[in-house]
């Protein structure tokens, strides 16, 4: 599976209007794997009340004091050891994503990319999709497992971007699809692939981005909805209960987050003689640095100095087919009841 290579046959011309739009947004990324880009993405990322709940006079001088000024010059190298050709892998893929779902909803609606954070943001891609005259909007945040950090900010940025509008578009919204069928047999397709292409671990880990454990027990639904998502996979893929885990990953801090920690996690696996480990983020659309350079490179040296053989990393879904049938069709049900696109462009 090759996690950025573009769809093969998309047609990339833009299509007829059809008065209907998919707004598809992910967060974001740097604009480039240097200090001043990512600090540049951090402030705006770091900035958001949905992201860092804590009071601004306690928030602030811990941002603007020592997260800003520090942090960037340490994620350059890890930004680097993942950048591409095509630049960043999670823009690279996004774009792959679209192209992908425009050719399969065709003239049904169009198609466009936002990052929460940094570009193409999401006023920006709207204003595009009203330029091509739409007036019916679909955003599909490409979190599978709803968050008020991540799917909840993205509803923010959407409305805020509407806000000094005349015409505001009719929307709606997917808040999440942890449990759709087509992105669980998706899911249980790339572990398939996986196994058929390098062999059969010893276990699997399901490693989910984390949270604060305060913000699950204020009510977001977060973990409840990784581990209906681990649980489906598991059952799909027939596996015991000792074959399998979940586990969280990319915590900050001191704070108590959603656990297991996956770093933690992986050493205790290796120590309990598990020698070959396989790994998927369930949760992650696309691959990006928690993935690619976290996962794939930082907990798998963890897990061999620890005594394990090797970790492996299964991709994200990505633009892969099966990946894009499954939003093709979660697409197709929320857009049910509205005008189907005209290649005309008339109604």
């Avoid at 003689?273 to 396989?278: H, M, Y």
């Amino acid at each position: 599976m090759n996690a950025i290579t573009a769809p093969s046959r998309i047609d990339t011309a833009p299509p007829p209007a059809t008065g209907t739009g998919v707004l598809l947004v992910n967060l974001g990324t740097p604009s480039a794997p240097t200090a001043p880009a990512i600090r540049r993405y951090l402030r705006e990322f770091l900035a958001d009340r949905r992201v860092v709940d804590l009071p601004r006079l306690l928030w602030w001088p811990i941002l603007y004091g020592f997260i800003l000024p520090l942090r960037p010059r340490r994620l350059a190298h890890a930004y680097g050891a993942i950048w591409t050709e095509r630049g960043s892998p999670l823009l690279a893929i996004g774009r792959d994503q679209q192209q992908g779902l425009q050719q399969r909803l065709g003239h049904r609606a169009t198609v466009a990319l936002a990052m929460r954070y940094g570009e193409p943001s999401v006023t920006t891609a709207l204003a595009g999709l009203q330029a091509q005259g739409v007036t019916r909007l679909l955003v599909l945040p490409l979190y599978p497992q709803y968050s008020a950090t991540t799917t909840a900010s993205v509803l923010d940025a959407v409305f805020d971007a509407c806000r000094p509008l005349r015409a505001v578009p009719e929307l709606r919204t997917v808040n999440d699809y942890h449990d759709d069928a087509g992105y669980i047999a998706a899911l249980a397709d790339s572990v398939r692939h996986h196994w058929a292409t390098h062999g059969r671990g010893d276990h699997l880990l399901l490693s989910f981005h984390s949270i604060p454990q305060r913000y699950e027990d204020a009510g977001d639904p977060y973990g409840r909805h990784c581990r209906q998502t681990a649980q489906r996979l598991a059952q799909l893929l027939d596996l015991p209960a000792d074959r399998w885990s979940l586990s969280f990953q990319s915590r900050v801090g001191r704070a108590q987050w959603l656990s297991p920690y996956t770093d933690e996690y992986v050493t205790a696996l290796a120590g309990r003689g598990v020698r070959r480990l396989d790994v998927i983020c369930p949760g992650f659309a696309a691959d990006c640095l928690e993935t690619l350079e976290e996962v794939a490179l930082r907990y798998a040296a963890d897990f061999r100095r620890a005594g394990g053989e090797v970790l492996r990393y299964i991709p994200a879904l990505n633009a892969e087919p099966a990946h894009l049938d499954a939003l093709a069709a979660l697409v197709e049900r929320h857009l049910a009841g509205w005008p189907c696109g005209d290649p005309t462009g008339d109604f």
